[in-house]
């Protein structure tokens, strides 16, 4: 069902492929969904041993796919309609604790979603501050004088370090 939530050239190559080394997502989707199957039906549930780590497998996955949020998310919640059938041959489990069970879960996802964009976006921000700084460099600014030109190097704020051009 989560290859499902990838386009159809993409969901059929992730679930024919076994080669882990070949088809390393549609592995990491496997091994990661079984540990999440087994902790949610255990006494452990969503925080069974595990569980976390195989979430984050699943959610940096699609943090760094074209998914938006709710989509990237949204595989948690398909667990409620594989989960009660595996429920009643392995344990029984109420069926409002395994529901409320996979909430959390989803909400843990979501917060783990979240970090995930946020490194990436942190990564983008530094790569274009590098970027910048070797464009000034090259010109024989320095990119924090631009950036900040109040904090230069005479301290009075006038932009007279900048006037020159280049050496």
Do not use: W
């Not at 989560?2 to 989707?29: C, H, M, W």
């Not at 496997?30 to 595990?50: R, Y």
């Not at 195989?54 to 938006?68: G, M, S, T």
């Not at 976006?121 to 000034?136: G, P, S, T």
Request: net charge negative; with cysteine; charged share 25%.
């Amino acid at each position: 069902m989560i290859f499902q939530t990838y386009p159809a050239d993409g969901a059929r190559f992730l679930q024919r492929e076994k080669d882990r080394f070949a088809n390393p997502v549609g592995s990491t989707i496997c091994q990661s969904t079984e540990v999440l199957l087994e902790g949610l039906l255990t006494q452990g549930g969503e925080h069974g041993p595990g569980m976390a780590e195989a979430l984050e497998a699943i959610v940096k996955i699609r943090a760094v796919q074209d998914f938006a949020p709710s989509q990237a998310v949204s595989f948690v919640f398909l667990l409620k309609d594989v989960l009660p059938e595996f429920a009643a041959a392995e344990a029984p489990l109420d069926l409002d604790e395994l529901n409320a069970r996979i909430d959390r879960l989803a909400l843990v996802a979501f917060d783990c979603y979240m970090k995930n964009r946020e490194q990436i976006h942190q990564i983008k921000i530094k790569e274009i501050k590098n970027r910048a700084d070797r464009l000034f460099a090259r010109s024989n600014a320095p990119f924090d004088t631009v950036i900040n030109p109040t904090e230069s190097n005479n301290g009075d704020g006038d932009m007279s370090s900048l006037k020159g051009g280049t050496n």
